[in-house]
């Protein structure tokens, strides 16, 4: 490595390249199964391939602890960040004032989990009063007006309420990814706002500890926030989005 | 599984708080025995032998029999005498009767037909065969046990693939890593489905559907494990949500040794309508005694949303409350998996020695129940390194304090349901813990004015102050005043409310005379 | 898959491919970060990736856990197994009677930790009368004369030893690898012997928790014994190789 | 430190125990006084301010001038005459004096120009100010620390990458990871050198070389960390080998806080001469008490290859004899860092019980001392899942047993020297624990005649015999025996043999009347 933004995996020595992995395979313990694993790796790329540890797990299956080098690196330089990550998230105050500037009436919010998802600690650390990590929820904010409609809601229910109380945006959590269950979730959503011709009247957002905003963008929502967000960091992005909408509408 | 009290706990405190808990279940007793649901109604017929789906359909047969008798505005009355009275009149099974009922090829009796001797009589061997089926069950699970017994604390995983088939594999690798007990999880939202689904299934999301068929594969298949590994591996599934006694009945046919199964929890969780989970719940239990399945009950769920040091006392007092319903279901302690988990935040100085104070306090106050302790989850890291380590904390208080069915967490909780491997790696710890520490808690003791001794008074006391409080006001109200996992329920609305009835005057109960207080 | 002898990683479902990775780095703890180890297991073959954590470790590091899956499969029934460790192992009093029929004296071996390394736990596994894992050491073997000289023994002594004892195998252990001393030491012995002729006077064994059969060889050594090596393995393998030679030298 | 008994250890055996020690250490120390080695020459010169390497070559000037000086068949006198006598008629300054004496611009002095006032005058004045630099260094890592405590115990993690430079950005990220002690692990065989390399060094095996230069840097880049964090952050290196008495002084002189230094280790593990170790010892402790320096014994290394359960007692024997030798040494308690380690194999029974029994015995035994606890390193496995667990059993009973210095075990401790996320894997596990844990050891205590207090008395009883036995035949004759660790060193040979000698009636000891034992 020549340029130092330019980076790579660091074990002990700069530019060594060291990973560890951990993985199972579908075959007995024994030799086999470990040459079979050290091929695997070499296969994946990884050069000096340790197999630090082959225990036989049961089942026929054999787990495996390995580390190798991987000659892979990114230029840091090259790495842009996604647009919500950077936004820099206002104090409460802050985004109420930049509201009161703006509107007269506070802003509908409702929210859910939606479908079989009974998760609903991340839309409540979202909107509920108490907030999430020290940081209010949008219940809270003098310019918001939240509803959290809670678990396992329909997505049908969800677009009546919406409707219901002019809102204008709609929060959607789902935790459990197992077998994309969040993907099919999220996606009816858009798919039934879309039939219903609805989808142009609401900021559509999605939540959840494995949702990105471009995983939340590729299945046609305005926004995705992740593991971690705060309350303040959506109140944020709420407000300038709703800001920069209501300039360009007149 | 008794131990000498090591806490200095005052034990009338323990006794009032028993007199409490059973003062708030009594005063429920009547208007739940006055009632029934539809899943009761189906829990009869198939604890009657019915079975299957409706013919060229998906709905199972009790579903539509039920929801037929529904239309006709009889459902007061219960299934169970017109059906018998039909198989009196037909002679045909149970089932059979059912199928034509459905198809439209019978027709539902009179009423006045469903309450003679004939049909009662029909009813007391139809009953009388479907405990021997439970009983013939749970002797051959006893048969398999002996010689077979698994250590304490039993190490207990889920397998959660969605797939059947796939949850099999896991299972066995599992059953030879050291795992004890194997809870086949199930899909998210299945608690709220009004029916159990048919056949095997491979496509659930975050666990798998539990199914009669479904139960039977892996029963079978841990029956060959039990076989081969030398010891006794229990399977353990969900009668919860809006199925519960339903779920019972085929966990019983089936040879399922344990059930999550709990009185408030469909309440307070699932939002379900109150008193359908109390009807539901107390014919489930009744089941389970008789199959001598453990059941498993959800205070472990309070912590993951409430504080475990503000909310501890809550923890003990649903214990009190599920051990006194479940006494009125006829259900010995030793059925009673208590629930209750290791969720102080760890960031908390001495979070150690609040779990080992709650741990121990539960293993005293119930001795003699197989109580179930349950892994952090809520503080869990995707750093599975950090994660592995706090279940290893959990796996030590587990060994310490005496503890019956232990949960073993999984390093990749806060990331997804676990591979194959994750679960091998939390045996593995667990078991490494459980030899190393064997002889642990007997080797020590608590200082009287102590940290530990002094947590547990506490906490002990709260729950009196607690139940004493819940009496005054009574459960429901207490649960719509959110007294449980910072939830609240409403007087009414939740789902399955119309699935809810008073049993009229005619209402024939197959059980009635079959469970009695357990004293 | 539709060929079950074709295997990959295994999660929860066959063909999953999912593999747990962890490594570090060199960049402060941050999304640019977090993104960075993204485009990393990008580019390392990863599909569906999931930094499950990223933690800020001091000093300018950023160490993650992920998740990802590998597409990569092996071909178990092509997989060859190194024909040192499909060996089967005799037994003691089979060594020593397979031995004695062929020849008058016992072997003579000389083992030794050279160099820096001062590991003597896995030589004396194989070699001390107590021998590894209820497997008796060659010393307890009728038929094996087994020299231990110890640890850090410089190559030059033990090759004065070997001679002087007119041995017919050298047994050396090598534990440390760190930037491959290992490598380095074994090699050294191999030069030093050639540079004397001696190379084709003795059997040269290697062994230690890094060694391969097959990186032995690369090294010039006649075998290697790894990780969890067996006294009556390595005996077996002896007391084939010399019978063997004795008969192509008749 | 110091704890109320829980084990209800007999107080006269721990008395007679040290009793016996001291008698095994008193027989040695005429023999040790009658001795200098080369490495204890080549102190005094370093101690009086001489260093760097010979002019033009890669040979420390020390060596260069203690070789010559041997090659004149004078070094039984001592170096500290000459050179004292020649800077005296010079003028020069002991650097310069050596330079020239090497490059031969200057010859060594008539035996008789040795042993004159003003040779002692100088003498006295070369180690009075040796003094002051140590003693300078030791006030100000001594400003450093006050208001920066660490909390107890210290979490001490090693950095070996054999790269100077690489080391400090490993030891940085340690150190904010909440490192308390940062040990630069040695290149493989440097212990066997018999010099100190010049330098800062990047080329080590499994370690990084230790030098003048190397502990400079270091430490200028801890004192860094340590303001920037407010948690003082100790160095440590190793004394160990057959340059002890050379490196306590480039230790004491660049800020170091403890050293790795045993009276045995050398012999046992590095087959280095007997009376070599024992006087290179001497010399080295008796600059470490007056550094303030806290010194590391290396008992824990006998578990790696003796069995930790048979060997235990072992383990406590060696502890008091490297206690009384200290003692002798000048050193008080409070800088005696004795080793012990949790090497039980973790497939026995109840191994935790055995732990923490030894644990607490070294404990209160030595109730003054900064004890110093070696993680689980045979039995950890490539399994690095499991291997974390170990340490958190190894952390758990760090904690409950109240031990001082914690060496910090390693996930990937059986694989490869740590990586940098390693390191931090086992400082988190480790400060979780000591949070979590914080009251327990205050908060239980062991049954009288339970596992714990009957393992922790066995082992005091087998110690007491044991010493019985080495007081009885002599510490040379036990060792050739192999009672530590399983290895036997016969009475003669071992490296470094050619670089003990004894003392001439004409020898200047520079420290004569500056050590005395510490009671
Ligand atoms: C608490 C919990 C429960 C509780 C839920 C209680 C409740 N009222 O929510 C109970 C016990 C009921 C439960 C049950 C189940 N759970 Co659960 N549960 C958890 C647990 C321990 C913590 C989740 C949590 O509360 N995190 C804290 C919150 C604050 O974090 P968060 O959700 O990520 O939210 C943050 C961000 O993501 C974001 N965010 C989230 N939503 C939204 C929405 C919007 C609009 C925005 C802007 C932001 C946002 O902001 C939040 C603050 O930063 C996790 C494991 C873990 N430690 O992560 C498993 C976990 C999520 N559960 C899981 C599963 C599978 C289940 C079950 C399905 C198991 C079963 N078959 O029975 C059931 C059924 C639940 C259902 N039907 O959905 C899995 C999901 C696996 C997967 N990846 O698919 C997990 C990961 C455990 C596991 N490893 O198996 N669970
Ligand atoms: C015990 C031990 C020590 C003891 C050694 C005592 C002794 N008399 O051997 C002591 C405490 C002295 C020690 C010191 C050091 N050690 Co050390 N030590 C270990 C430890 C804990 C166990 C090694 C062991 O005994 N394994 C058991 C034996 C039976 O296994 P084995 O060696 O693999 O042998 C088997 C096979 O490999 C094979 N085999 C081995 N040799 C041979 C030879 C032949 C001919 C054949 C056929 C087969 C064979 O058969 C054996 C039986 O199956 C390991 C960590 C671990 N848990 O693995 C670290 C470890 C090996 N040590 C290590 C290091 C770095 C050191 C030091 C250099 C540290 C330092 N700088 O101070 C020092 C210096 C030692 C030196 N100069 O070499 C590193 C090596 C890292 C690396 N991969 O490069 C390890 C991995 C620890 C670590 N993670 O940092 N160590
Ligand atoms: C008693 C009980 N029932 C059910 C569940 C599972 O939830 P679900 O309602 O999704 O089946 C739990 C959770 O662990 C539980 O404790
Ligand atoms: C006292 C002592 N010295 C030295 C060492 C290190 O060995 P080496 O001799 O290779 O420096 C140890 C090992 O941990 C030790 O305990």
Chains 1, 3 share one sequence.
């Not at chain 1, 798919?191 to 011709?197: D, P, Q, Y």
């Not at chain 2, 077979?148 to 959660?160: C, D, S």
């Not at chain 2, 530990?452 to 009574?474: C, F, M, N, T, Y």
């Amino acid at each position: 490595m020549t340029n130092s933004s330019i980076i790579g995996p660091y074990g002990d020595t700069l530019g060594d390249g060291q990973v560890q992995l951990s993985f199972t395979l579908p075959a007995p313990h024994g030799p086999k199964a470990e040459e079979a694993a050290k091929q695997l790796l070499a296969r994946m790329g990884f050069k000096d391939v340790r197999v630090a540890v082959s225990r036989d797990i049961g089942g026929g299956f054999t787990f495996f602890v390995a580390y190798g080098r991987t000659s892979q690196t990114v230029n840091l330089d090259e790495v842009t960040v996604d647009p919500v990550l950077e936004l820099e998230a206002l104090g409460m105050h802050e985004v109420d004032d930049l509201l009161a500037g703006e509107f007269e009436r506070p802003i509908v919010v409702v929210g859910a989990c939606i479908g079989s998802d009974a998760h609903t600690v991340g839309i409540d650390a979202i909107l509920n009063m108490k907030g999430f990590a020290g940081d209010y929820g949008l219940e809270r904010y003098h310019m918001f007006d939240a509803h959290n409609l809670g678990a396992q809601v329909e997505p049908e229910e969800l677009i009546r309420r919406a409707v219901e109380l002019d809102a204008s945006a709609i929060l959607v959590s789902q935790v459990v990814t197992q077998k994309d269950a969040h993907i099919h979730q999220l996606a009816r959503l858009v798919e039934l706002l879309e039939a219903e011709g609805l989808r142009d009247r609401f900021l559509l957002i999605a939540g959840g500890p494995y949702i990105s905003n471009a995983l939340a963008k590729e299945l046609g929502y305005d926004a995705g926030f992740g593991r971690g967000a705060k309350p303040s960091h959506v109140a944020t992005w709420i407000a300038r989005r709703m800001i920069e909408e209501e300039r360009t509408a007149d | 599984m008794r131990q000498a009290g090591k806490l200095g706990l005052n034990q009338e405190t323990i006794g009032r708080c028993r007199t409490l808990a059973r003062r708030v279940v009594d005063v429920l007793m009547p208007d739940i025995r006055a009632r029934s649901t539809d899943s009761c109604e189906r829990a009869i017929l198939r604890f009657w032998g019915v079975e299957g789906p409706v013919a060229g359909s998906d709905v199972p047969l009790v579903n539509a029999v039920v929801d037929s008798l529904k239309r006709e505005g009889r459902i007061q009355g219960g299934v169970a005498a017109p059906v018998a009275a039909l198989m009196a009149a037909t002679g045909l099974e149970a089932g059979e009767v059912c199928a034509r009922l459905v198809a439209g090829d019978l027709a539902w009796p009179a009423s006045e037909a469903c309450v003679t001797h004939t049909v009662l009589d029909q009813a007391r061997r139809l009953t009388e065969a479907g405990f021997e089926r439970i009983r013939a069950a749970a002797a051959s699970r006893k048969d398999l046990e002996q010689g077979r017994e698994a250590p304490l604390p039993w190490l207990y995983v889920i397998v959660a693939t969605g797939n059947i088939h796939e949850d099999v594999k896991q299972a066995l690798s599992a059953a030879e890593a050291g795992a004890d007990c194997i809870a086949v999880i199930r899909s998210t939202a299945q608690s709220l489905l009004d029916y159990v689904p048919e056949g095997a299934t491979t496509e659930g999301f975050g666990g798998t559907y539990a199914t009669g068929e479904n139960f039977r594969i892996m029963r079978a298949a841990l029956n060959d494990a039990s076989q081969k590994l030398g010891r006794y591996v229990r399977l353990v599934n969900y009668a919860s949500g809006l199925c519960m006694p339903e779920i019972s009945v085929l966990a019983a046919r089936h040879g399922l040794d344990m059930l999550l199964n709990d009185c408030l929890y469909g309440i307070i969780f699932r939002d379900i309508h109150r008193m359908r989970t109390l009807v539901d719940q107390f014919l489930s239990r009744a089941i389970c005694a008789s199959a001598g399945i453990i059941i498993n009950t959800g205070e472990d769920n309070y912590l993951t949303t409430a504080d475990a040091i503000e909310a501890a006392h809550t923890v003990l007092a649903s214990q009190f409350i599920n051990e006194s319903f479940a006494l009125e279901a006829g259900m010995p302690p030793g059925l009673m998996g208590l629930g209750h988990a290791f969720e102080v935040d760890p960031a908390v100085e001495d979070s150690l020695l609040y779990e080992i104070a709650t741990a121990q306090l539960t293993r005293e106050v119930f001795p003699d129940s197989p109580i179930k302790f349950m892994p952090p989850t809520r503080y869990k890291s995707g750093d599975v390194f950090y994660s592995h380590v706090l279940d290893a904390m959990f796996n030590l208080t587990s060994v310490l304090t005496g503890q019956h069915i232990h949960l073993c967490g999984m390093p990749t909780e806060a990331i997804h349901t676990p591979f194959v491997h994750d679960r091998f790696i939390a045996i593995d710890s667990a078991r490494h813990i459980r030899r190393a520490a064997r002889s642990l808690g007997g080797d020590i003791s608590f200082a009287p004015d102590g940290f530990v001794a002094g947590r547990a008074r506490d906490v002990l006391q709260k729950a009196e102050k607690l139940l004493d409080d819940i009496a005054g006001v009574g459960l429901l109200k207490a649960l719509s005043d959110g007294v449980f996992a910072e939830t609240k329920r409403p007087p009414d609305g939740g789902r399955g409310a119309d699935g809810v009835f008073l049993r009229s005057e005619s209402y024939l109960d197959p059980f009635a005379g079959r469970t009695a207080r357990y004293d």
